[in-house]
């Protein structure tokens, strides 16, 4: 059976009396698992990143995330309410001190989101403390001998060799990918779902589908087809809210239409067996969406989908100045933010450079918000 994600993410907007109706809705539409994202603005973000266009108007994106914190108080009330729903919880940190404080509660799952993919400082510290607590014999999360606390990994706007590179650090046990679209909504006949055969192939790991398409059948059904377990998908109470992902979010009733069709997927594949049954599920999607279907699968080649390419390099992690610095400074180790460039920032170094950039003298003056450049580097 997949394990099928209901991703709330920021759409309670730091409310609890919404974020209790939202597992309500998420749980009662069959969700397996029930995903948030604990946000810390400084974690994500440059505060001169750009601004984001809401129903209320144009607002700094940074501002706009900061509205979204919540304490720690707060999700621990959400994984004690989605256990009670029968659920388990997972969770998406953005830095150091949202995952450390992630930890602390004991999640049933830390979800790393695409952007983080090459966040390298978050992932050496997840990896540690999953081998410290296997060593220590102190996992609450997982009776197995495989590493504790399981690790699901989104790589949307990543090539073949970020995935490789992050799982160097994570390692394959007890660690999924989710093939994904870093793109909001995210066009189906990009979705190129045959890849999630391939990269179960080639890393020997449980593969599955973080869809941002608007429709709640097609991608999903055609990831069980092609032998995704996992299934992750938006939900929110209305399409209409305020929540920064709710207009590509599955409404409670489109969400319930989504399980049942993924579980109806599986039937196929358990009546009729692998082969044929993949046949059967093509062909029973092809009654509604025709031609389309070919398009949705692919050709299973890892690449930058066309919807997501201008992102590449912004959404993703890379170094920038926090402070506005002189010529001749040299670099501590809070001058520097692993972050998302998003809207107007330049792009920076990787993160796989931060031990290098740190303790360099600049050769020029330079501005907070700048990306981090060899140029700028004396060593």
Same mark, same amino acid.
């Given at each position: ?6 991703? #709330?993410? $920021?759409?309670?907007e ?19 698992c #029930?995903? =948030? ?36 108080s707060f999700?621990?009330?959400m994984?004690d ?12 940190? =953005? ?14 799952? &830390? ?11 978050m ?6 403390? /999953? ?11 997982? !009776? ?12 949307? &706007?990543? !090539? ?20 994904c679209?870093?793109s909001?909504p995210?066009?189906e ?19 599955? &589908? ?7 059948i ?17 939900i929110?109470?209305s ?10 979010? @599955? ?37 509604? =969406?025709?031609?389309? &279907? ?20 912004r ?5 920038? =100045?926090? /402070? ?6 040299v670099? /501590?180790a ?6 998302? $460039? ?11 450079? @931060? ?11 330079? !501005? ?12």
């Amino acid at each position: 059976m997949s394990l099928i994600i209901a991703e #709330i993410g $920021t759409s309670h907007e730091g409310s609890v009396e919404k974020a209790r109706h939202l597992v309500n809705a998420a749980a009662g539409a069959g969700a397996d698992c #029930i995903k =948030f994202q604990w946000v810390y603005a400084d974690e994500i973000l440059h505060p001169d990143t750009g601004f984001v266009e809401l129903p209320t108007g144009k607002i700094p994106l940074y501002e706009r995330f900061k509205q979204l914190e919540c304490d720690k108080s707060f999700y621990k009330e959400m994984l004690d309410y989605v256990h009670s729903k029968g659920c388990t919880f997972c969770c998406s940190p =953005f830095g150091l001190r949202s995952l450390d404080e992630l930890l602390e509660i004991q999640p049933d799952y &830390v979800k790393i989101a695409s952007p983080e993919l090459n966040h390298f400082p978050m992932l050496e510290r997840l990896a540690e403390y /999953r081998r410290q607590l296997k060593e220590s014999g102190q996992d609450n999360c997982n !009776k197995t001998d495989s590493l504790p606390v399981p690790v699901i990994v989104s790589t949307g &706007v990543s !090539k073949l060799k970020d995935i490789e590179k992050a799982l160097e650090i994570l390692g394959s046990e007890n660690v999924s990918l989710l093939h994904c679209i870093t793109s909001y909504p995210a066009p189906e006949e990009e979705y190129n779902l045959r890849l999630i055969t391939n990269l179960k192939n080639i890393f020997g790991v449980e593969c599955g &589908v973080s869809d941002h398409s608007l429709d709640p059948i097609l991608v999903p059904a055609l990831s069980v087809a092609c032998g995704g377990t996992i299934i992750e998908k938006h939900i929110t109470l209305s399409r209409q809210t305020m929540g920064l992902d709710d207009p590509v979010a @599955l409404e409670p009733e489109q969400f319930a239409m989504m399980v049942h069709v993924v579980h109806q997927s599986e039937a196929v594949l358990r009546h009729y067996g692998e082969l044929e049954g993949v046949v059967r599920i093509k062909e029973q999607i092809g009654q509604q =969406f025709g031609d389309k &279907v070919e398009k949705v699968l692919g050709s299973g080649v890892k690449a930058l989908a066309a919807a997501e390419k201008a992102n590449y390099g912004r959404t993703n992690r890379s170094l920038h =100045f926090m /402070r506005n610095m002189k010529k001749g400074e040299v670099i /501590r180790a809070d001058d520097i933010g692993v972050l998302r $460039t998003e809207k107007v920032l330049t792009p920076g170094l990787g993160p796989e450079f @931060l031990q290098t950039v740190i303790g360099a003298e600049l050769t020029c003056n330079v !501005k907070s918000g700048d990306g981090v450049e060899w140029k700028h580097l004396l060593k």
